[in-house]
């Protein structure tokens, strides 16, 4: 029975069509990866590489070699010369110079600063005003509505008029071609009313400019003015 059996599944086995199997690849057919040392360099490598700049001028280039043969190291004279005083030249420090240099040196000090300033030939000065005449005082004054100017309406002005008005109680003087009434003003004149008589009655540009030219005079007289001054008609 057993061997008929055998005889059964060697008979079975034979009949069974055989079908083709694929190729198994063997594992000695198979190439090893390429090493690293081997070869080109790898990507990072190469980006490493790139981001270094390139020497310039090349290594190798002409213009390097001509530089090197011309270049030369400076010594410290050379660099910085020593001063045009042979005095100074010389000098050791914390010893005084042996010889103080000729003619006069940038370091000294200027003129300006060592002599006195010369004094002025008349001093200004300024008078007791009474009280109430302060220039606040006639700020407000102008502020208040008053009128201060004497007339109705601006006039032009020759010399000729403008002469006629020399009065205490009726004073006009002319400053940048524009005449003002200055009889308001006289009580608070800082200088005195005699400071300020001396332009009534003509033009008071000259000295005005000369005594105390920073004064805005048409901001102070500004509710003063009568008129402008004009040629003398012929």
């Not at 109430?132 to 201060?148: F, I, N, R, T, V």
């Not at 002319?174 to 005449?179: H, L």
Request: include cysteine; proline fraction near 13%.
């Amino acid at each position: 029975m057993t061997s008929y059996l055998r005889s059964w599944l060697y008979s079975g086995t034979s009949a069974v069509p055989e079908t083709s199997t694929p190729e198994v690849p063997s594992l000695n057919r198979i190439s090893p990866p390429p090493s690293d040392d081997d070869g080109e360099a790898t990507e990072t490598e190469q980006d490493k590489a790139d981001d270094s700049p390139p020497a310039f001028p090349s290594l190798n280039s002409a213009q390097r070699v001509k530089t090197q043969k011309n270049l030369s190291i400076l010594t410290d004279t050379q660099l910085m010369p020593p001063p045009p005083f042979p005095g100074l030249a010389v000098r050791t420090p914390g010893v005084p110079s042996r010889a103080a240099p000729s003619g006069p040196s940038s370091l000294a000090v200027p003129p300006t600063t060592t002599k006195v300033p010369a004094k002025p030939s008349k001093k200004r000065e300024k008078v007791a005003l009474a009280p109430g005449h302060s220039p606040l005082d006639w700020a407000a004054l102008k502020s208040s509505g008053q009128d201060l100017r004497g007339v109705d309406t601006l006039m032009r002005i020759p010399p000729s008029i403008l002469k006629q008005h020399n009065k205490r109680d009726d004073a006009w003087s002319a400053f940048n071609g524009k005449v003002y009434n200055i009889t308001p003003y006289l009580p608070f004149h800082p200088g005195g009313e005699k400071e300020l008589m001396r332009v009534a009655g003509r033009d008071g540009t000259k000295l005005f400019a000369t005594t105390h030219s920073w004064v805005n005079v048409d901001f102070m007289l500004d509710q003063c003015l009568v008129g402008f001054l004009i040629p003398e008609p012929s």
